[in-house]
């Protein structure tokens, strides 16, 4: 798989308070980074990921109020993890010098072969004009820096000009992508996980329109990946399970339907035989009964047999011939 060098963005400005996104916009951004870094870590071990805020330091004796890095590039999850419980929700947002702050930090990382990209979660007004965001796009694709952007929360047709606008210039040979998520009964994860952020290239362009509904997100989630059934073991193991079960009981079934199906087959065939034998029997019956009629002439052959053909005839004589003939030898003897 590619190796990769990951820095996650985070918005932790006032609108992440906002809970039209469950449980909250904070919360959902927390859950999304904590599976972009499992999955950028599964598919190559040697890829890291780094977090930091959009709108804030993580201590709270900072006196400064713009972004600042969480947690530099690391392998350990406990590390992107005790970043986001020590980030602190407060500001406004400031993307640029967000995605600046992420492309410097790259430059630092330890496995110079590795990929740069940068994910930027943004549920807040951007406050940049489009030139500077196209020029700031221009300068990271130079640099070889990917750049994905998670959009949801404010999706104002202004926001939403200014996204397409930086993703447009920043698209590069690795790719760069612009996820949309619509509010919706669905976690933000579900949506991302099918979207080209995480599935590839190979995976949905449902990002662009910004129109789709919580549904639409769903169905992504559930086709846009290669896993067996849809669903990856590893975040929901007892989903996987309960699926795989399922399908093996359905095998079953179809395979004692398909051997009672060749049972009832050989059945019918074998009496088809027996009526075969018995339609034999039937022919020989009829032959002897043939035999029978047959009819015996005055010699005992049977008429139309070869001596009848011949023309040879048998005399037949009676008892009162013999005995005349017996009279006629003592007459002429006296």
Request: glycine share 14%; hydrophobic share 30%; proline share 4%.
């Amino acid at each position: 798989m590619v190796l990769e060098s990951v820095m996650i963005v985070v918005d932790n400005s006032e609108s992440s308070r906002n809970g039209d996104y469950p449980p909250s916009r904070w919360s959902a951004q927390s859950d999304a980074a904590n599976l972009i870094f499992h999955s950028k870590t599964q598919d190559n071990p040697e890829s890291s990921c780094g977090l930091m805020s959009l709108a804030g330091n993580a201590t709270s004796s900072s006196s400064s109020s713009g972004p600042g890095i969480l947690t530099t590039l690391t392998t350990n999850p406990g590390k992107i993890l005790d970043g986001l419980h020590r980030t602190k929700i407060r500001g406004t947002a400031h993307f640029s010098t967000g995605v600046s702050i992420a492309s410097l930090a790259l430059k630092h990382r330890q496995n110079k072969s590795s990929r740069q990209r940068i994910v930027v979660f943004v549920c807040s007004p951007i406050l940049e004009g489009e030139a500077a965001l196209v020029k700031l796009g221009k300068r990271m694709k130079k640099n070889g820096t990917s750049v994905d952007v998670v959009a949801f929360g404010d999706l104002t047709d202004e926001n939403l000009g200014k996204l397409r606008a930086f993703n447009e210039a920043v698209k590069g040979g690795d790719g760069s992508h612009l996820e949309i998520v619509p509010p919706g009964p669905n976690l933000l994860s579900d949506s991302i996980v099918a979207s080209p952020i995480l599935a590839g290239e190979g995976g949905p362009q449902g990002g662009e329109g910004g129109v789709e509904g919580g549904a639409g997100g769903a169905g992504r989630a559930g086709a846009g990946n290669d896993f067996e059934f849809g669903v990856d073991p590893s975040l929901d193991p007892e989903l996987a399970l309960v699926l795989r079960m399922s399908m093996e009981e359905e095998r079953e079934r179809q395979a004692r339907e398909q051997r009672t199906a060749d049972e009832a087959e050989g059945k019918t065939k074998l009496e088809s035989v027996a009526e075969e034998g018995g339609k034999a029997e039937g022919e020989s019956s009829g032959a002897g009964a043939a035999q029978e009629h047959v009819q015996i002439d005055g010699n005992g052959e049977a008429a139309g047999s070869a001596a009848s053909a011949t023309g040879l005839e048998t005399e037949v004589r009676r008892p009162e011939d013999k005995k005349k003939e017996g009279d006629g030898d003592e007459m002429d003897t006296a």
